[in-house]
């Protein structure tokens, strides 16, 4: 089956490119966009289940015979990456059709939304597909190209302001990364992955250095690794609520994906073990006491989001097989988990007028459901027992026991720090908007008048200026949410099966053998 391999990224290039020649014609847009993603979503899981059964699934791209030509490889970590991704990405794309809807201009939407969000997804999936560190590279522009049009839409000063932050520190990335990708191929004379395994092993340990060094400085700008995250806060709650959603959800787990991929595979040993687990303390701390100094909901989940992504690289430090099989699981909570809060915050901003928590109150009274869709995903977060992110902490927690280094005991407390952090700031959350009573300022859903307020902003699907607030919340941004909130919830029923899953593949991650054969089967040239 491995004609499905290049599916996830030829169907939403060719999706983004008749969504461009419908122009004009919103309806079908759409339609072509759900088509395309439910497709995505359902060649993920063959792909996901092929993998498994019979390993790495590799397509030589045009024929091309590997190392000369690019190969795609799906094995079981960048499988479950796909069925992720693009659930949630047709997910968020229910909900920005839902809200574009129901902003009652949806005859004349901003047409150049579809195909860049399309391209987006290309990017992703090339991403985690790609078996070559130059075309890993292209997957990464391809994503940020679409993410800049995303994050600057409607091109108000605040969106113009946060998008020239976030283009400086994304070409900054993307030169380091292609510096490391000169470096690299001067040194082995390729750039194929399954290749670079013995020839990166024969370089001198100063050289083998310093590139992955490299690499991991421009994956760690990509991934909001702290202190290079600085931009990701001023960057992601200025997008309107769905962009804001997927860029939280998939695009620092893109760096998270390429750490984990060149760490285990190029540059095994734990070399920079120690590096990454105090990146990962001070990520974990740093972020999460930023979250608690929010007033802004999305500001806080912002900081959340740079938190958490420490303890991803707390299992890629520890260079155990627990702590990988444990970092891959948390990444699948993570991207589901975050993706669904900011969902649930552009309804809050919807139903409240504002994300400002000094400006809100009594919304688990005014909208039950709305509160149930924030509260579940929260506490989830937060960790507590038993939901997915308590089973994915719990695993980190063992792996960092059994290590039994001084740093990987204080990455333990590092970590119960945080999460118990985590708590507090969405309980305050939680008392501030939801629980005290309406603040004056609220719109309330008495006077239909007083629905519509102006925001001064283009809403992603109708280039709107006007934002309902107050109103009832539309069917087709709750559902989405309500699907994200319940697989968040599915994660914790299927948390052994999907343990057992991210324990092989961080088994083959660590022998590298497996990815090494599908690709070279006869042997690395």
Known sequence: MTYLVPLPVVMPLLGAALTLLLLGRPRAQRWVSLTVLTATVAVAAMLLVRSSVDGPLVVEVGGWVAPMGI??????????????????????????????????????????????????????????????????????????VASYVLLTLGSTETRIRAGTTYVVVSLLSSVIFLVAIGLVYASTGTLNLAQLVERLDALPDDLRLVLQGMLLLAFGIKAAVFPLSAWLPDSYPTAPAPVTAVFAGLLTKVGVYAIIRTETLLFPGGRTATLLLVTAVLTMVVGILGAVAQSDIKRLLSFTLISHIGYMLFGVGLTSSLGLSAAIFYVVHHITIQTTLFLAAGLVERRGGSTAMDRLGGLARLSPLLAVLFFVPALNLAGIPPFSGFLGKLGLVQAGIDDGGVLAWILVAGGLVTSLLTLYAVARVWNLAFWRAPHPEMPDTGDADRAARTEGALQPQTGVAVAQTGAVLPGLMIAP??????????????????????????DDLLRRTPYVEAVFPGGTP
């Open 71 to 144: 190969v795609l490889v799906a094995d079981q970590l960048a499988a479950l990456m796909l069925v992720v991704s693009a659930s949630v990405t047709l997910c968020v794309l229910v909900y920005s059709i839902g809200q574009g809807m129901a902003d009652g201009n949806e005859e004349t939407p901003l047409s150049v939304y579809h195909p860049t969000y399309l391209v987006l997804t290309a990017g992703v999936c090339n991403a985690f597909l790609s078996g070559d560190l130059f075309n890993l590279y292209v997957g990464f522009e391809i994503l940020l």
């Open 481 to 506: 949410t309500v699907a994200l909130v319940v697989f968040g919830l599915v994660l914790t029923f299927v948390a052994g099966p999907l343990f057992d899953l991210s324990t092989d593949a961080a």
